[in-house]
Structure formats: C-alpha cells, structure tokens
C-alpha cells in the first residue's frame, strides 16, 4: 500500500498472495488416477530426452561409467559436453523451468513426500518447481519406499485418534515479541556502529514504560499491528477459490481443487469479501500515519519460520532489501520495528517481523510532490489561491485538535 503527499509517503511491499502466475500444471489433475493419466504421464516422458533409466541395472551401470568419464574431463571438454546434463535423470523439465511458468516457492529442494499410506523418495530433480507430483503413477520419478509387510503395520491403529496440542499463551507470545524486537533492535545497532552511525528506534508499547511513548508512536505502532494482522488472515484464506475486489473468481494457478462444494466455495466467497473489505479500510487509514514532512516512511513485512533468535537474525540479516535500510546515510536514522507473534494449535506459532525506517524524500521529488498538490488545489478551486492568512491559521487549528488514533475504531473495524 501506497500514499504519497508532500507531507510524507509511505510505502509498503505487498505480499504475493493471490498474485497472477501462469503456471504448467505440476501433476496430471485427475483424481480418478485412470489410464488417462497414466497415458499423459507416459507421454510426457516420451518427450523427456533421458538417457538413463536408473530403475535398470543397464541404466545405473551407464550413469557410472559417464560420471567417472566426466571426472576426468578438463574445463574445456566439460563446457562442450555442458549440454549432455539437459538429459541426466536429475535434470529440471524443460517445460516447468520457462519464463511463463517459473514461481517463486519458499523451499530449496524436496527428498520425500508422504501422507497417510505411502512415503515416496524423489528419482528427478529435487527443485519443488521443476518437478512433477503423480507419486502414485509415475514410478520413475517417485519410488515408494514402504512395501510388504511395512504397508500392514502402517494401517496398524489407524482408528486411533491424535490429539492437537493446545497453542501457546498470549503472554508466552507477547514475551517471545520482545524478545525478537531486542535482538533486531541490538543487531541493527552493531551494524551501523561498525559504519559509524547512529541509529534510534520509535517507541513501541512493549518497551515503552507506562505513559512514555508518544501519539504519534502509538499511533505508527496501532497501524503496522493492524496491517500484520491482516498478514496473517490473508494467509489463512482460501488460494484455490479466490475472489478478487471486484468479487470475480481468479482462475486457480494448477488444477481445480477437488473441495468444490456449493457451500465450501461460498464460504471462501464471504471471507475474501470480508478481507478486502478491512484492506480498503486500512488503506484509507493510512493519512493518518504521523510521517514526517518531505519523509517517506518505508517498511517490509517478513513471515518468519522460525522462533529461534539465531535463525531470525541470520535470516534478517542476509536480506538484500534490508541491506539498504542498514546503510542509509543519515547520523541517527529513525527505524521501527514491530513483532507479531500469532499462536495456532500444537504451540505452533506464526510470526511476523514489519521493519523500516523514515527517510528524506529528495529535493526533486519534493518540489515534484508540491507542485502536484498545487495544482490540484487550483484545479479544484481557482478562488483557493486568494484565501486568507486567519482561514489558513484556522483550518490548520482545526486539524490539529483533531482526534489522532481514532482511525483504528472508526475505519478499522473486526
């Protein structure tokens, strides 16, 4: 979300969810699993130009020998050969690795995939994005690793029901916020120290003593809280029946979801409805945001995997878009950060880190930005230029006694 004035701007990075990707399907869509998927899957290695079939001795005998023979290749013989690993078992399909079907997913590499009956190990490619998922019909490239007597005991207390643990409670979770805003706060602080600069941090109502933080803080504090949460309920909605603003259903990015009921679908119609419905309502909040004048206030939502303050910080710490907020050239940048941490069943828990920092916009851009609200004053009222200095001094008054905060209970509600 975006807002610009000669004020200040503020400037947030959008997550992906519900993005427009086009994508080839990653498995053959059939829940039948008939012949015609297996027909599909057989041409599909038909047109795979393989050249080792590691499930055949003859296939795993002429994988040695080639591998031993490329150990032994000069830099010059292995980049005339480069176009030979094309066709290894281990190579990427073609087909899910082109610029109109790439994605970007949250995982590295993929070994097994399992569910209730059945373990599968990867034969091909361990990239989630270049792989195909038909585990029950394709066996060269998934082999199932529980057979004879191992797929009985597996069905052994089937009956038998697993209890959910409880989640974490609020106060665990308020502690483990803390905790993780200290360690980014002191980290950041190292970083720039080691460069010669100072930083500060907004106030927040976790380290702030009773009465100590600021309006404007409390009110930069209320705002960024509220868009995390609605972060987090964006993940929880429903990707395969998405509905857009406009209440249009987006065409799902792989093959229709076998939950398809009249009743399911319209239950995930209600809630994007509801959920774009608090996203217009955050955006029009955000003209209240205390921004400083000619600042842009600009930060970045992370979801983060982990509760371990080692792992958060490396991660943190790594990020080429946080790089350039730790080397902004002012003596004592104004940072914020906010942490939310969200407890699910089984003490699993969900957080969110927003980072960011106010930065001086330009000269360029600031007389770019009043210009434009010039004119768009004159536009909308010629007879604005003639007003007077007590009409100027007055409405600026009444803005002033104007209620800061109350933006999160008038516009943001539920």
């Known amino acids: 979300m975006t807002r610009e004035s000669f004020n200040g701007t503020v400037t947030f990075w959008e997550s992906t969810t519900g993005a427009k990707f086009h994508l080839s399907e990653r498995w053959a869509g059939d829940h039948t699993r008939g012949d015609k998927t297996r027909k599909r ?23 040695k020998k080639d591998t031993a023979k490329r150990q ?17 078992p281990i190579s990427p399909w073609k087909q899910l690795y082109d610029s109109e079907s790439l994605v970007v997913v949250p995982y590295e590499s993929i070994e097994i995939v ?34 004879g007597d191992g797929e009985k005991e597996l069905q052994v207390g089937k009956a038998v029901a697993i209890p959910v643990g409880p989640p974490m409670s609020k106060h665990t979770c308020q502690e483990l916020e803390d905790s993780i805003e200290m360690e980014i706060e002191e980290s950041v602080r190292m970083i720039r120290m080691r460069q010669g600069k100072d930083s500060s941090f907004t106030g927040n109502r976790k380290s702030a003593d009773a009465g100590t933080m600021s309006e404007e803080a409390d009110l930069l504090q209320d705002c960024l809280e509220k868009y995390v949460e609605l972060l987090e309920a964006e993940m929880k909605l429903e990707a395969d029946w998405c509905y857009d603003d406009g209440d249009r259903l987006r065409k799902p990015w792989g093959p229709t979801s076998p939950l398809n009921t009249q009743t399911y679908m ?18 029009k909040a955000r003209s209240y945001l205390p921004v400083k004048d000619n600042h842009v206030l600009s930060g970045i939502p992370f979801h983060i995997s982990s509760t371990d303050l080692k792992v958060i910080r490396k991660d943190l710490m790594e990020c080429r878009a946080l790089q350039e907020y730790f080397s902004l050239d002012m003596e004592e940048a104004p940072f914020f950060t906010v942490v939310k ?16 920092a106010e930065v001086p916009m330009s000269k360029e851009r600031v007389l770019e930005l009043a210009t434009a609200k010039v004119k768009k004053i004159l536009d909308k009222d010629p007879d604005a230029s003639s007003e007077s200095e007590e009409d100027e001094k007055a409405r600026r008054e009444r803005k002033r006694k104007r209620k800061k905060g109350a933006w999160a209970k008038d516009e943001i509600k539920g």
């Open 114 to 147: 399992f569910n209730g009956s059945q373990v599968w190990g990867n034969l091909g490619n361990h990239h989630p994005a270049c792989i195909y998922y038909d585990m029950e019909d394709d066996s060269r490239s998934w082999l199932p690793l529980i057979s």
């Open 266 to 283: 319209q239950q995930c119609r209600v809630e994007w409805s509801k959920y774009w419905k608090k996203k217009d309502a955050l955006k």
């Open 41 to 63: 899957i057989e041409e599909r290695w038909k047109s795979r130009p393989a050249r080792y079939d590691l499930l055949t001795p003859e296939g795993k005998k002429a994988w």
């Open 72 to 88: 032994g290749m000069n830099r010059h013989e292995l980049l005339k050969s480069m176009t030979d690993l094309t066709s290894l």
């Open 341 to 356: 941490v969200f407890p699910m069943p089984s003490s699993v828990l969900s957080v969110w880190i927003f980072f960011g």
